[in-house]
């Protein structure tokens, strides 16, 4: 059974830019979050999808970050215009229950 | 609110030395507990789970037991090895709860 898959693994970009992260779960999980970690800082919580709906996005910084779950499958977080403090790791995770899988990060840095 | 407080790392052993990683929490009820582990390049791992009171996680020669009257699951293992190297997160699921609170996470180095 594939894992999580994450795309890209990684990416360098200037501030003001746009990227688009992409996150595929385990087939059948309907359950996906998004988490990142900020330079060395404990992992947090961004988002969660129960299949295509946004079950809670109380962790989301601001309105630069926009994630989607079309058709309830893959999911994309989009971040623009990116800022230098949003360089990090970001994780995506699913489950159907309460066990996690995570896939490997992408890591972002924002010049 | 949730939290989770992990020993501050790095932490370096010799091969089979024991090893504690702490780690306490703070929930409203009775949270799951979990230690992921990330390996060098790879992304985090489950290693081991528990979701009452006094249930013991074990995995790969780890073992975590959720005490819920120190509010900790401490990780241990008895013998160390080289390839135990990585980072080490625990983190918690308030009860109805989805989304996971991490710790810090604690770097282990494992010497021959």
């Known amino acids: 059974e594939a894992g999580v898959t994450q795309f890209p693994s990684h990416s360098v970009i200037e501030k003001g830019q746009t990227v688009t992260l992409r996150c595929d779960p385990i087939?059948?999980?309907?359950?996906l979050y998004w988490y990142r970690r900020v330079m060395g800082k404990e992992i947090k919580f961004l988002l969660h999808?129960?299949?295509?709906?946004?079950?809670?996005e109380s962790g989301m910084p601001n309105n630069r970050f926009l994630a989607e779950r079309t058709g309830g499958t893959y999911s994309t977080l989009k971040v623009q215009p990116a800022e230098l403090e949003d360089s990090g790791v970001y994780f995506c995770?699913?489950?159907?229950?309460?066990?996690?899988?995570f896939g490997p990060g992408t890591r972002l840095l924002v010049l | 609110g949730n939290s989770v407080t992990q020993m501050e790392g790095p932490v370096t052993l010799s091969e089979e030395a024991f090893l504690t990683i702490n780690c306490t929490y703070t929930?409203?009820?009775?949270?799951?507990l979990f230690w992921y582990v990330q390996y060098p390049g790879e992304g985090l791992q489950l290693l081991l789970k528990?979701?009452?009171?006094?249930d013991k996680g074990s995995n790969k020669g780890f073992e975590a037991t959720y005490r819920k009257e120190t509010t900790s699951f401490h990780l241990e293992k008895g013998s160390v090895q080289v390839s135990d190297s990585a980072v080490y997160f625990c983190?918690?699921?308030?009860?109805?709860?989805?989304?996971?609170?991490f710790g810090t996470g604690t770097r282990l180095t494992v010497i021959p």
């Open positions: 087939s059948g999980h309907d359950n």
């Open positions: 983190a918690l699921v308030g009860p109805g709860a989805n989304n996971l609170f």
């Open positions: 528990a979701t009452k009171a006094d």
């Open positions: 929930a409203t009820g009775y949270p799951s």
């Open positions: 995770a699913s489950s159907h229950s309460k066990t996690q899988y």
């Open positions: 999808f129960v299949k295509e709906s946004k079950q809670d």
